[in-house]
């Protein structure tokens, strides 16, 4: 606590993606919990004059609460690298690594990660790009753009008719994407914390969203989604989806707290979908249910997220 003490830590929440709604208020919750602690706390809404306000704002360090483009993205670590202003969370590499959901997965199934099969989306030849779904992942099918969260743009597709129908009008909307083989299982979600000593892997929280995936509404709408903490699965289970994750979060070479979700068969088998380096930290999120799981509330959390941060 004592290396904040006349400090002044900015957190930059808000921002310029679709996500901005939840990063106010994932901000918000930050704030608060880093007054609780006592410390010295300014709110600062990201947007294209941002430069601008930390300079004013005379911020020592950083407190991300941003999610999508331009905050979970390398973007913002980017312009904090050349400002000089440590911040907390993943550097500008593995943010942006982490943001892309095909190339998370290009790295980890080239280090023995298990991901779902997927085919990537060639706007410009729709019968390829369906002849190599059919023979890749076949159906039920799930659409993914590259770079969005929030479950945005993530939709299932049940036949191969139905997604003729819907790719031209889909890549228009959402540029790059690509389809993903439907896991049929359990929705698990899994917290890591990196101190720079050494990685704890936080319990597995379990997801039973009411709609039929975890998709946006059921993400922030409370009771949308039940949560079990620690999720009910098999020890061994448990144990081995712990293992990978830690690997997966090394792979990809990030940094302080970020989450993996992970979709558990019933044969046991398991498949990482995606990293999550600035995981939401609004009351209804993951990471802060995890974090109570063991005790730790949202000022503790916060401090642990700052006590990442390296500050030189
Ligand atoms: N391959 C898949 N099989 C089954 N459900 C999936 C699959 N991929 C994603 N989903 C569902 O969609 C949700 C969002 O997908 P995800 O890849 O985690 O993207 P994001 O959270 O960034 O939007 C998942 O939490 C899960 O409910
Ligand atoms: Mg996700």
Redesign the pocket.
Known sequence: MSRYLNKTIGVLMGGMSSEREISLRSGVNVMNALKTLGLRAVQIDVDREVSQKLLSEKIDIAFIALHGTYGEDGCIQGLLEVMGIPYTGSGVAASAIAMD?LLSKKIWSASGIPV?ESVEIDPSNIEATLKKIGENTGYPV?L?PYS?????G?ELVKTEGELRARLPEYSRQFGLAFA????KGK?LTVGVIDDGKELTVFPILELR?KNE???FEAKYTQGMTDFVIPAAIPEESTKAIQATVKKAFRDLGLKGVARI?V?LQDDGRYFC??A?SLPGLTDTSDIPAMAREVGIGMPELALRILDCVEIK
Not at 180 to 183: M, R, S, T
């Open positions: 959901k779902a799930v993914k969005e969260g929030s479950s945005v993530v993903e083989k439907y896991i929705e969203p995936f975890y998709d979700d979709m979908l995606e999550n």
